[in-house]
């Protein structure tokens, strides 16, 4: 079965909805874009916050590696995410 292609930004979008529901999951962890404000076309990759926290760091880690797992990123495609 072929993996659904999913743009940068429906993977940020996926990436922040698990991580609420992550058992190590605290308030303020977030990943996103960068440089801020930038799209999946113009985007670098994508960093998180809180930036110095080992907990965020390994939470982070562990739900990207999942949806990465799920999933084709295509860096060349700008698509939002659906609510």
Not at 35 to 50: L, M, Q
């Amino acid at each position: 079965m072929a993996t659904q292609v999913i743009s940068p930004e429906e993977f940020i979008a996926e990436v922040n909805r698990r991580l609420l529901n992550h058992f190590a999951y605290e308030t303020g962890m977030r990943v996103f874009l960068v440089p801020i404000g930038a799209s999946g076309k113009t985007a670098h990759g994508y960093d998180w916050e809180p930036k110095d926290d080992t907990a965020t760091i390994g939470v982070v880690a562990e739900v990207t590696n999942q949806v990465d797992s799920e999933f084709d990123v295509d860096p060349h495609i700008s698509r939002p995410a659906h609510p």
